[in-house]
């Protein structure tokens, strides 16, 4: 059973920068696909970012150019480089995991591992 810990979650203001790292344990970290997804207050979870042991990824419309997806598969561990951060980008982001090496997956409904979230509020 893969588990996953996020971190780096706070408080920014907009425009500023931020880095979320998330670490997993109990699973062959390479086989996995690794996701971003987020929620805002009210809406519906949503895909921001994926990544395949490959290196090769993908990105929802609104974050690209401003976040990068990253895995350190010695590590165990999925980054998410969020640059130029807006209101809008306020939400619990969340990690996520499926048992994929190959494709990438833009639906939550597609992840079967999730980690706790970590807050993200940007501020004006």
């Known amino acids: 059973q893969l588990q996953l810990v996020e971190s780096g979650g706070g408080l920014v203001q907009a425009g500023d920068s931020l880095r979320l790292s998330c670490a997993a344990s109990?699973?062959?970290?390479?086989?996995?696909?690794m996701g971003w997804c987020r929620q805002a207050p009210g809406k519906e979870r949503e895909f921001v970012a994926g990544i395949i042991g490959s290196g090769i990824r993908t990105y929802t419309d609104s974050v690209k150019g401003r976040f990068t997806i990253s895995r350190d598969n010695a590590k165990n561990t999925v980054y998410l480089q969020m640059n130029s951060l807006k209101l809008e980008d306020t939400a619990v982001y969340f990690c996520?995991?499926?048992?994929?090496?190959?494709?990438?997956?833009?639906?939550?409904?597609?992840?079967?591992?999730w980690g706790q979230g970590t807050q993200v509020t940007v501020a004006s």
């Open positions: 109990g699973g062959t970290f390479s086989n996995y696909g």
């Open positions: 996520a995991a499926g048992p994929w090496r190959s494709g990438l997956r833009r639906s939550p409904d597609e992840y079967n591992y």
